[in-house]
């Protein structure tokens, strides 16, 4: 038998603190997952896939945790908004995802050649987008942040998205278009 922690809270979100001996969280509705320190996140179904090896369902928005993140949406699948909080995070799209708002530190945005999101925020570090392969208008909309931040946009045929480097006198943001 599984052992499966179901949600069933009115506000639908859940803080994962310690999940251990459960092999399948199931949401509800528009319910939000919330990791705790350190997490691997990856999305392999619409709204489901797996947090640090334990499977989820259900769960449309994904938080991180006070640790380092790591963010994987695969191709053909989709999930709701990502919000990596804390930690030098990375978020590897190829699925589709809602807007995706960096941590505190060094965060690494790379959108591949099926990726689909709303708009990437980077947060107060020196953060990193890669989009590849394909359209850039599949991102709506790049800013920056407080940090020092570089934006490559590569082998794109058509860039319609909004880049805003982030404020603060001292930044120092590279753009970089190469087809």
């Known amino acids: 038998l599984k052992d499966t922690f179901n ?46 090896g334990i499977s989820f369902t259900d769960f449309v928005n994904l938080v991180g945790g006070s640790g380092i993140d790591s963010f994987t949406v695969n191709a053909g699948v989709s999930i709701g908004d990502i919000d990596g909080k804390n930690g030098a995070n990375t978020y590897t799209i190829n699925g589709t995802a809602g ?10 945005f790379a959108i591949g050649t099926a990726g689909n999101t709303g708009a990437l925020v980077g947060g107060l570090g020196d ?28 082998d794109v045929e058509v860039v319609t998205a909004s880049i805003d480097a982030g404020s603060g006198g001292t930044n120092k943001d590279i753009f970089e278009f190469t087809g």
């Not at 807007?99 to 690494?108: E, F, L």
């Not at 890669?130 to 934006?151: C, K, P």
């Open 127 to 154: 953060d990193v987008f890669n989009i590849s392969n394909g359209e850039a208008n599949r991102v709506a909309s790049i800013s920056g942040g407080d940090g020092d931040d570089t934006v490559a946009i590569s």
């Open 7 to 52: 949600l069933t809270a009115t506000d639908g979100s859940l803080l994962i603190t310690d999940i251990s001996g459960f092999e399948l969280i199931d949401g509800v509705g528009n319910a939000t997952l919330t990791g705790d320190t350190t997490n691997t996140w990856l999305v392999n179904a619409n709204n489901a896939g797996t947090l640090n």
């Open 99 to 108: 807007a995706i708002t960096g941590g505190d530190n060094v965060d690494t």
